[in-house]
């Protein structure tokens, strides 16, 4: 079974910045990060899950929420089963969960029920 654990958030201010991580584990034998595509998605109080951005398992294609394009960026790192939301210039509407997941496919997708595997959230706050 698949086990996603977000960490790295918290309460930043207006115009700064967060690294969200995500660590991938529970693998079956020769399965490994890069066979999966991970999605990252937020839900703010009161709205669905919305999301955010998407790295393909063979690494060829990112998608972003046009609300985060310029300011958001993910990355991978395989070695260590860790993916990663670089956020920057923080705004008051970013505040939300933010949930990493995780689907056996080569391809993206924005929609929740694309994603099997899920990780329990990592709260991110910036005050207006």
């Known amino acids: 079974q698949l086990q996603l654990v977000e960490s790295g958030g918290g309460l930043v201010q207006p115009g700064g910045s967060l690294r969200l991580s995500c660590a991938v584990s529970?693998?079956?034998?020769?399965?490994?990060?890069?066979?999966?595509?991970i999605g990252w998605f937020r839900q703010a109080p009161g709205k669905g899950r919305e999301g955010v951005s998407c790295?393909?398992?063979?690494?060829?294609?990112?998608n972003y929420a046009d609300s985060v394009k310029g300011r958001f960026t993910i990355s991978r790192d395989n070695a260590k089963n860790m993916v990663y939301l670089h956020m920057n210039s923080l705004k008051p509407e970013d505040t939300a969960v933010y949930y990493c997941?995780?689907?056996?496919?080569?391809?993206?997708?924005?929609?929740?029920?694309?994603?099997?595997?899920w990780g329990q959230g990592t709260q991110v706050t910036v005050p207006s």
């Open positions: 997941a995780a689907r056996p496919l080569d391809l993206c997708s924005p929609f929740v029920s694309a994603f099997p595997y």
């Open positions: 529970g693998f079956s034998l020769g399965f490994y990060v890069r066979g999966y595509s």
């Open positions: 790295l393909s398992s063979s690494g060829n294609s990112t």
